[in-house]
């Protein structure tokens, strides 16, 4: 009988407990300061901090405590997602448009054109499966890319090297920058006008005109692997690379070139305003498989390696080799899709 009165004494003070216990949940969530949670011989208090008035139950397990918001649409949400949400409306300003809804301003004719200074068939790709087909020129950039990268190695020596993601950064605008400042640019045959019934309205033209310039480096552990010059050298790299961690670093830049042409005049009356307007590099994290000498031998003889950087390409054959990556996979292939997608609809945006 005793053992019975004290068992019922124990449920008696369990419910009171959880009925303080929700009364000092209650108080706590008004005051914004705390929980308190009874239990017998012992209180403890946990701050708290919830955006709407919320209520604590019991799980099957005595253990166990879950809140849950008042509100019948809202659950309570963890530290990371509460923190979105009260940041909802910051993070909704942030948030930037894609080329996507932009593309039709894009034309090879003008006015608004945009060049590829890269002969790469793995960008060419990217770009027509962002929608671009047929909406941009290819015009490989007239740069001397062995002699850059000699002027960087003696710039740097004292300094012990240049970081991968600067010298691809580099090599990305000084590519973009040579066809723009080169005679290769044609804008003659794009001004029209000639139409004397027309001429007030076009005999003045402007045309602007965007050059993508893009480098791709393999950077295993801060060593800068290029194209392999021999078969030897792709089976090396290979192996370098095999059963371990390395970063791909795509360097983007885009070149806005302004072209104001007064058809009524002599050819010389011409305004060509060039910059930068945007330049960046991004950056993934590969995975290679433990690789045998048979599989090295047999990938080297279908060719694929030898005009990708680390000698292997994602896309293709090359694709085996690769056990996981961190980042856009388009940015292995590259030109990282998404981020290029917002620069060049940023780029639209500042152009009438």
């Known amino acids: 009988m005793k053992n019975f009165r004290s068992h019922l004494l124990y449920a008696t003070i369990l419910v009171l407990t959880e009925s303080l216990l929700s009364v000092s949940f209650s108080i706590g969530l008004l005051n914004q300061s705390g929980v308190a949670l009874f239990r017998p011989n012992f209180c403890v208090t946990i701050p708290v901090k919830l955006r709407s008035s919320a209520i604590i139950t019991r799980t099957t397990n005595s253990n166990i405590f879950k809140l849950s918001s008042t509100n019948d649409d809202n659950s309570y949400m963890s530290t990371n997602q509460q923190r979105d949400e009260e940041g909802g409306d910051e993070n909704k300003a942030q948030r930037r448009d894609l080329i996507l809804s932009n593309m039709e301003r894009i034309s090879q004719y003008g006015p608004i054109r945009l060049i590829l200074a890269s002969q790469s068939p793995r960008r060419r790709e990217i770009l027509d499966m962002m929608g671009l087909r047929e909406k941009y020129h290819v015009q490989p950039s007239p740069l001397d890319e062995t002699a850059l990268q000699i002027q960087l190695a003696e710039k740097h020596s004292k300094e012990g ?5 600067r010298y691809t950064k580099i090599l990305a605008e000084s590519k973009a920058r040579a066809l723009v400042e080169s005679d290769q640019l044609t804008f003659a ?3 029209t006008g000639n139409d004397d019934s027309n001429a007030s309205e076009t005999s003045i033209k402007q045309i602007t005109t965007f050059v993508l310039g893009s480098d791709t480096i393999v950077d295993l552990d801060g060593t800068i692997l290029e194209k392999p010059n021999s078969k030897a050298h792709a089976v090396e790299m290979l192996h370098m690379l095999s059963g371990s961690w390395h970063e791909v670093h795509t360097g983007v830049s885009i070149y806005r070139v302004d072209y104001t042409a007064d058809t009524t005049m002599a050819a010389s009356d011409t ?10 590099t991004d950056t993934t994290r590969v995975k290679f498989a433990t690789l045998g000498k048979e ?3 047999a990938y080297v003889e279908t060719g694929e390696p030898m005009d990708k950087a680390g000698s292997y390409g994602i896309q293709g054959v090359g694709g085996q080799l690769v056990e996981r990556i961190e980042g856009d996979f388009f940015t292995v292939m590259g030109l990282p899709m998404h981020r290029l997608s917002l620069e060049l609809a940023k780029a639209l945006s500042n152009t009438p």
Do not use: A
Request: net charge positive; hydrophobic share 45%.
């Open 189 to 191: 045959s794009i001004v």
């Open 271 to 280: 305004n060509i305003r060039s910059e930068l307007v945007s330049s960046f």
């Open 161 to 165: 090297g240049i970081l991968p993601k």
């Open 295 to 297: 599989d090295v031998r």
